[in-house]
Each structure stands twice: as structure tokens, then as C-alpha cells.
């Protein structure tokens, strides 16, 4: 039998979306890449996300994130293309259309300003499944995706290219030219940390900590777009399901769904959709990787030049992805990256 690899270009440590789409664009660039997941890959955030291709409150980010927040959803239909040609992956990325409802009506027109298509609307005159009425902002360009399928795809991709991916394999430490596993240790000219909400546990110098989202999905038809107010969405699937989310809670590295809040969503969306109990057909949890900056880590490690960051994207994992993984890319390669991440903590 041969021996298993041990000496690669670059190992990246965690398999969710974040380190699939690193690993997906750094073997395009000739790289052997191995990518070490302490589970399943996508069995994490990657996996539990919603899938809305436009930030919650952007205008509550930093001005360092707001390139990258306004360029990140053009990467996706390229992305959901390619990957569909290249793999037979359907990653489901459609343009459905954003309706905003509730009280941050003039905060979002401002920040799509000229840049971004809107309009004020009836929410009912939009989607009339809509349990619930009043003044509106209508996003007809915004997106959404399949978390989990492009994920997938990009993994799918990785390996047909060479990559190497071992599950049930936690990093433990990373060192210079090294990174330490339970099984042994892995020779890494270059390592990239994709670790999301555990990255800290690996860089004490990082701040990432989880914070748990819980959704609830629905046997429930709403026309097609994606719907925010006062802090809850509803995201319609192709299949005719409907994701209903989320809660923002920091209670550590617990990912369960727990009754209370099931039962604040259950109420919620019987308010908002009109649905009842018996049209719920699953609910689950995921921690995002959650910064107190809410900016992601991203780049060159500030002492160590064989290290990178690519965690902390928050509620912006799923959209930030492609970006992200053209910026490490570059960055692993020695080339400049087209967007300016010098003010991102890394
Ligand atoms: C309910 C919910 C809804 C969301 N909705 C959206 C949305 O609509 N749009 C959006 O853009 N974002 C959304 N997000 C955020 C998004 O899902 C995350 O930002 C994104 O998935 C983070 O990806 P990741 O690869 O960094 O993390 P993960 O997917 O969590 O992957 C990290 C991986 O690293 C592995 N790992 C950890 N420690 C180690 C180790 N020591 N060694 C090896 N592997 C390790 C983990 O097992 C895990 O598989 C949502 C999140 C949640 C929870």
C-alpha cells in the first residue's frame, strides 16, 4: 500500500464552506493542498446557514468590510456556474429578491444608495402569502444559495484536482512548517486557518468566538423571495420549504436546537407566515464564528509569514465565501489581492 501523504503546500484546517472554497481555488493555482476537518466536512455552520447572499445590517459593519460586502454576491453566480459545469452540482443559486420589512427601511435604501437597485413597496403586494402587511424595501437583484451544496461542489472540485481531504482529523497545534494532528503530524510549507467559530482554540492571539444561530424549516410555499423583519427571515427553498430564522446566542460551543427558543420561532413565524405546527418538519442549529470588531479574519498572520486566516465571517459566511477564497489564493501565491484587506485583523 502507499504511504499516505504527509508534505503538501498547504495545509488548511477545518472543512466547512470557508476552507472548501480556499482549498477549491489554491489547487487551481497548482497548490497541493490537504484540508484537515476535525468531523465531517460541512457539518458545521456551513452546513446550518441560511444561505441569503446579502448581509443583515450592513450598514452596522466596519468601513474595512464594506468592499468585500458589497462585491461578494457578484462572485456567486460565476461561482454556481462553473462549479455546476465542472462538478454536475446544482449549488440552487437563484435571484429571488430581498423584501425588508419593519424599521431599518431607511438605513438599508441608504446604503444600496445608487449602487444597489430598491424600492419602497407594500410587503403584500410583493409576496401576498405574507401574514403580516406595511411599507417595504424591495431588493429585486438580491440572491440566495445552498450552503451545503456549494460547499459540496467546491469540495467536489478540490479532490478531482488533487486535494487531499482527511476527516476525523483535529489539527491540535500548529507550528512552523507543521501541523499536529491526533494521527501524526503534517510537513506544511503554508497553513491556513478555516476553523470558524473553534479558530481561537488554534491561535490564542485570535478572538472568534461561536455564536448560535437556530432555524426552523417549514412544509410552507412563500412566491419566492427572501424576507427579513425585525430580526427574522424567511427563506424559501426550490423544493417548497421555508428556512425561518434565527436566534444570536452566546452559550459556548453548544450547536443543539433547544425547545425555548424553537418555541419564540414557532411563535414568530406563526405571526409572520401564517404557519402552524404541524407544517414543521426539522429544526436545527449552527455556530457562526463571531468577532467583536464583526470583522472576519483574513490574511497573512501579523508574526508569522507561513501562517493565513480566513474565520470570524460572522453572519456573512455563505456570501463572503467566494471572495474569500480568491483573496487567500492570491495571497498564499505571493500576488497582491484585488481587494485592500490591510485593515482586517489576521
Ligand atoms: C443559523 C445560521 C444561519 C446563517 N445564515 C447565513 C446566511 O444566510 N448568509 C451568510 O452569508 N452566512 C450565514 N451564516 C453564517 C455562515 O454559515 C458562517 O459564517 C460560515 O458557514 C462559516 O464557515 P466556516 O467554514 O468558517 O465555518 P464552519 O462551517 O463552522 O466550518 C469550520 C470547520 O472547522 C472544523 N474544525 C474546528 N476545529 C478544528 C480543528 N482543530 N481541526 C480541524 N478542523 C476543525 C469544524 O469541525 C468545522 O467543520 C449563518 C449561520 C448560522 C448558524
Not at 412544509?219 to 427563506?235: E, P, T
Not at 427558543?261 to 407544517?279: K, P, S, T, W, Y
Not at 467583536?292 to 474565520?311: I, K
Request: net charge neutral; glycine share 8%; charged share 20%.
Amino acid at each position: 500500500m502507499p504511504s499516505p501523504q504527509h508534505e503538501f503546500d498547504v495545509v488548511i484546517i477545518g472543512g466547512g464552506l470557508i476552507g472548501a472554497a480556499c482549498a477549491d481555488a489554491m489547487a487551481a493555482r497548482g497548490k497541493s493542498v490537504c484540508v484537515l476537518e476535525a468531523k465531517r466536512t460541512v457539518s458545521e455552520a456551513s452546513w446550518a446557514g441560511a444561505g441569503i447572499l446579502h448581509p443583515i445590517h450592513p450598514w452596522r459593519y466596519p468601513d474595512a468590510l464594506q468592499p468585500l460586502l458589497r462585491a461578494a454576491p457578484h462572485f456567486h453566480e460565476r461561482a454556481a456556474q462553473d462549479l455546476a459545469r465542472d462538478t454536475g452540482i446544482d449549488v440552487e443559486w437563484r435571484r429571488t429578491g430581498l423584501l425588508l420589512m419593519g424599521d431599518a427601511l431607511e438605513q438599508l435604501a441608504t446604503w444600496c444608495g445608487s449602487l444597489i437597485v430598491h424600492e419602497t413597496v407594500r410587503a403584500r403586494s410583493q409576496e401576498p402569502l405574507l401574514r403580516v402587511d406595511g411599507e417595504a424595501l424591495w431588493l429585486p437583484d438580491a440572491t440566495q444559495v445552498k450552503s451545503h451544496r456549494l460547499a459540496e461542489a467546491y469540495f467536489a472540485r478540490a479532490r478531482a484536482a488533487g486535494v487531499v481531504v482527511r476527516e476525523n482529523c483535529p489539527a491540535t497545534a500548529i507550528e512552523p512548517g507543521w501541523v499536529h494532528t491526533a494521527g501524526g503530524r503534517v510537513r506544511a510549507a503554508q497553513t491556513v486557518l478555516c476553523a470558524g467559530a473553534w479558530s481561537s482554540r488554534l491561535a490564542p492571539r485570535v478572538a472568534v468566538e461561536p455564536v448560535r444561530g437556530q432555524i426552523l424549516l417549514y412544509r410552507k410555499a412563500l412566491r419566492r423571495m427572501v424576507v427579513f423583519s425585525d430580526g427574522a427571515y424567511a427563506v424559501p427553498r426550490r423544493d417548497g420549504h421555508v428556512l425561518f430564522g434565527s436566534t444570536l446566542e452566546h452559550v459556548g460551543f453548544d450547536g443543539r436546537p433547544t425547545e425555548p427558543a424553537c418555541r419564540d420561532l414557532e411563535a414568530r413565524a406563526a405571526l409572520f407566515l401564517g404557519v402552524e405546527a404541524q407544517n414543521l418538519v426539522a429544526a436545527w442549529a449552527g455556530l457562526r464564528p463571531g468577532t467583536e470588531s464583526r470583522l472576519p479574519y483574513l490574511g497573512q498572520d501579523l508574526e508569522r509569514e507561513d501562517l493565513f486566516h480566513a474565520h470570524g465571517h460572522y453572519r456573512n459566511g455563505i456570501l463572503l465565501a467566494p471572495i474569500t477564497s480568491e483573496i487567500l489564493a492570491d495571497l498564499v501565491t505571493g500576488h497582491a489581492p484585488e481587494f485592500d484587506v490591510s485593515e482586517l485583523p489576521r
